[in-house]
């Protein structure tokens, strides 16, 4: 049976980020970026431009430097449209236009509200004024590039009708894909599968648009929703790795593959995603955005392969299809063990990292993580994939956030009846010259830690989140801190509008390290790098919206 082309259309790095709580620096945007071009996602929703200055300068670095990426190498991947997000007003349409100008491929998409709860509460428009928009917004952007996308937000929630009349109208415009979302994740699958239906049969001039899908995970049916979706009509589908976004999250791309992977016959489309990805860009996006993934979580949870029961363990091995519906490796989760010595090993770990996804690292990182590899040769029995993952993420991580400070050293002191002592010495970046101190922590040695690094610092940094967790099994595992600071709201002392945004931002950086101090000091200083980071683009004007700003009114 011949299928439709399914397109992939990853919002990881702009609904992803509306996520509360996770904040990107542009670097690591471009990393995950690279690595979704990679996967084989075929649009890429970079960002709101028009949001901050640094949104605008992220997209528009993106479109730069990954929109060319994969052009002439489909081997590897295929080439990927940059998209980004624009309110339907001229000025976000134009500036739009502007950031994603250099991209090979390039898409602009426009939103506006079409339930009747949004005309009269938000907007308040009447539906004749939102139709006008809706057509003026996609007639402008039309004017600047070929590929333009409408979302009608909360289409969920609209009259299904209105609906097809406001999509006639932008198709008449120039409107190529029509995405539909539920915005407030309201809808039950066959709800939103029938609307998908209804609108492809009673849009005017509806064969010549894609329809997509847009589903936010309120009720836990994001994915279900957006495979009804596929089943009726839908060819392209809007989703985040890991499934994160917006209050209780967006579609999680890794799910909707899969369902169609392990159902070739049940859904008429089929995608050009490398599933053997899947596992490392979900570890990468977990780590960079401070976004744990939940243990049980399908297809990339640390639980989704293992079997707890002996009665299941048994089924396992005799034949694995018994109770595995999936084989770990076809989403690149592997037990292969790498034991090397100290002398040897460079190009079998050049070519693991290459099977990992990660054979484009500059010479210089490879010659970073190849060190850190041999030193954790040194202190572990087996070192695995999930190590060699862990300390190529934890150097996308360094290098993304050690502008201002890095970790030289830590000496901690203590005991569980004793009270703690730290001393940290680190590295000043932009006066190129040592520092440190010593501090005793009421709480324990992180708290001593953390502290000293304070004191280094001479700043004063709330800890608005601390976890740890093991990477892999056995009492040898690296062990990974995820830390979000912000600044001490005591220590900012004046209302201008600038101290009011700082007073709300926060910052998250994760490291893996054998040592679990170690990781914990140097993730809270990758947090306290990025917090100074965006401080300094407040300071030029150019600061990337973070937190709740991203909610621009509309
Ligand atoms: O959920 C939503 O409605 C959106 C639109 C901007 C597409 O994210
Ligand atoms: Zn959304």
Known sequence: ???????????????????????????????????????????????????????FEAVQRIANEVGPLMEGREEIGHPMTICGLARSTPGDIKRCAEAIASAPRKRIHVFLATSDLHLKYKLKIDREECIERAVAAVTLARSFVDDVEFSPEDAGRSDPDFLCQVLGKVIEAGATTLNIPDTVGYNMPEEYGNLIKYLVQNTPGSEKAIFSTHCHNDLGLATANTLAGISNGARQVEVTINGIGERAGNTAMEEVVMAIHTHPKFFPVHHTI??????????????????????????????????????????????????????????????????????????????????????????????????????????????????????????ISSNATSAFYTLVSTQVVGGAASTSMASVKLFDVKAEKEIGDAAVGVNGPVDAIFEAIQRSVGRRFRLTKFDISAVGEGSDALGKAEIQVMVDPTSIDTKAPQDERLAKAAFAASIADVDIITAAAKAYLGAINKQLEWESELAAGTARSIGEERKVDV
């Open 274 to 395: 490398n599933t053997t990805m899947i596992y490392r860009t979900s570890q990468m996006v977990s780590s960079l955005s401070g976004m744990m993934v939940q243990p049980n979580k399908a297809i990339v949870g640390r639980n989704a392969f293992l079997h707890e029961s002996g009665i299941h363990q048994d089924g396992v091995l005799k034949n694995r299809q018994t109770y595995e519906i999936i084989t770990p490796e076809t989403v690149g989760v592997t037990d292969i063990n790498l034991v090397l010595g100290k002398h040897s090993g460079r190009n079998a770990f050049r070519e693991r990292c290459k099977e990992l996804g990660f054979g484009g690292i500059s010479d210089d990182d490879f010659q970073v993580a190849f060190d850190d590899f041999k030193a954790l040769c040194d202190k572990k029995k087996n070192v695995n994939d999930a190590d060699i993952l862990a300390i190529l993420s934890n150097q």
């Open 1 to 55: 049976m011949s299928t439709d082309k399914l397109i992939i259309f990853d919002t990881t790095l702009r609904d992803g980020e509306q996520s509360p709580g996770v904040t990107l620096n542009t670097d690591e945007k471009i990393e995950i970026a690279k690595t979704l071009s990679r996967l084989g996602v075929d649009v890429l929703e970079a960002g709101f431009p028009i949001a901050s200055v640094g949104d």
